[in-house]
């Protein structure tokens, strides 16, 4: 049951698309918060203020999050060529 679960989660990852895929899962899902979370916790633990924090983490993370919806999209092909038996 679960590869049938698994399936269809994969499949409407692949649906997407790959430019909606980074964009979603990389920029929106883990560049934008990992900025925002970066720049809490720089500010807390220095004495450079939130905004200056966030405005280099608003572009660096974000970059950063393009790689990684490249990555979890080969990823999710991966899994779903394998969950087919490789073809």
């Not at 049951?1 to 883990?30: C, T, Y």
Request: charge should be positive; charged fraction near 15%.
């Amino acid at each position: 049951m679960a590869n049938h679960q698994d399936r269809e989660k994969l499949e409407r990852k692949i649906a997407m698309g790959l430019p909606k895929h980074v964009v979603v899962f990389g920029l929106l899902l883990w560049g934008l918060p990992t900025a925002f979370i970066y720049a809490l916790i720089n500010s807390l633990l220095t004495e450079q203020s939130f905004i200056a924090a966030l405005s280099t983490s608003i572009i660096i993370w974000p970059l950063g999050g393009i790689f990684y919806g490249l990555y979890s999209w080969i990823k999710s092909k991966r899994q779903l060529a394998d969950l087919d038996g490789g073809k």
